[in-house]
């Protein structure tokens, strides 16, 4: 898959020579995949998403591919960026379409990318490897995780003559802050409540999620907020409150959670106020039920930082 990174703003620049540039575009990557068997699965606005026999063909066409657009004279001087993905994995025909996770996951490795860069799964480059175009490596990117993915993907960078070596970070779910305990199973059945939840947090600062012990509110919460990581971009904390019965050492709790520490002229609640005041964060605070008396501290902190928000 592929996408031009800064689309817009290249439309809002060129509105006259943006449908030029953008047939351009389509041509130089058509030919480019085209010529190694590369099928043409469906295109999106500046969006293609081409199938390959194997992942070998799509390496060589995603090198090509971006050697020509890097050749390419484009007009008034503009730079068209374009980021690739490429996934090896199960996809089926329906109206004429791929679907099926290994198509989203494609689609979320090519966002976590950037302009010029080609991002490949472990998957595709373990078939890749052994047949990749003189020059060329796979340089390791590490485990990243990806929005609305479960299982974290090893990724990998397409390196080799022609192409941009030095990126940003990928824009991945890794990148953000967070102490959000790794799941050994799968979340099923509960879609519904999640979406819920999810609407409710979006409108409201401050979410109670009430029910009888073991109904899994916990493991519902810890769901929504891996959801919701790319939106708080300083953090998604998780904050487990079983052991404590004693308010007092709520406040204690999540300064040592966010690593505030008390100073030598500043009590650790202060520092803990000044910490969340301009910070974007969601505090998950499990088993809340026992410590009901600290309910005004929780208030004290959503009325000091008004971009935190609490479940």
Not at 47 to 54: G, Q
Not at 89 to 94: A, D, M, N, T, V
Not at 116 to 137: H, N
Not at 262 to 288: K, M, S
């Amino acid at each position: 898959m592929t996408d031009i990174e800064g689309s817009t703003r290249l439309l809002q620049a060129l509105p006259e020579g943006y449908p030029g540039l953008l047939e351009d575009h389509h041509e130089l990557l058509r030919g480019a995949f085209g010529a190694v068997g590369g099928i043409e699965a469906s295109v999106e606005g500046d969006a293609l998403f081409f199938a390959f026999a194997d992942a070998p063909s799509a390496v060589h066409a995603a090198l090509e591919g971006q050697r020509r657009l890097a050749r390419h004279v484009w007009p008034a001087g503009a730079t068209v960026r374009v980021r690739m993905g490429l996934h090896t994995g199960e996809g089926r025909l329906l109206g004429g379409e791929y679907v099926g996770l290994d198509v989203h996951r494609t689609a979320r490795i090519v966002t976590a990318g950037h302009g010029g860069q080609v991002v490949v799964s472990d998957a595709a480059r373990a078939l890749a490897e052994a047949r990749l175009p003189p020059g060329a490596s796979f340089r390791d990117l590490g485990e990243h995780r990806l929005k609305d993915i479960d299982r974290s993907e090893h990724l990998f960078q397409l390196a080799a003559d022609g192409l941009a070596t030095e990126f940003p970070p990928l824009r991945s779910l890794t990148g953000r802050p967070n102490n959000l305990p790794a799941q050994m199973t799968s979340f099923v059945g509960r879609d519904l409540e999640k979406q819920q939840l999810l609407e409710h947090l979006a409108a409201s600062r401050l979410v109670t999620l009430t029910g009888p012990g073991g109904t899994g509110k916990t493991r519902l919460s810890l769901e929504a907020a891996r959801a919701l990581l790319d939106r708080f971009a300083d953090g998604v904390y998780f904050v487990p409150l079983a052991t404590i019965s004693d308010p007092e050492l709520l406040v204690i709790t999540l300064a040592a959670t966010l690593g505030v520490r008390e100073g030598p002229a500043r009590p650790i609640r202060e520092g803990l106020i000044e910490y969340l005041r301009d910070r974007t964060i969601l505090l998950v605070l499990d088993n809340f039920e026992q410590l009901l008396s600290a309910a005004p501290t929780v208030g004290e902190l959503l009325a000091a930082a008004p971009r935190l928000r609490v479940l």
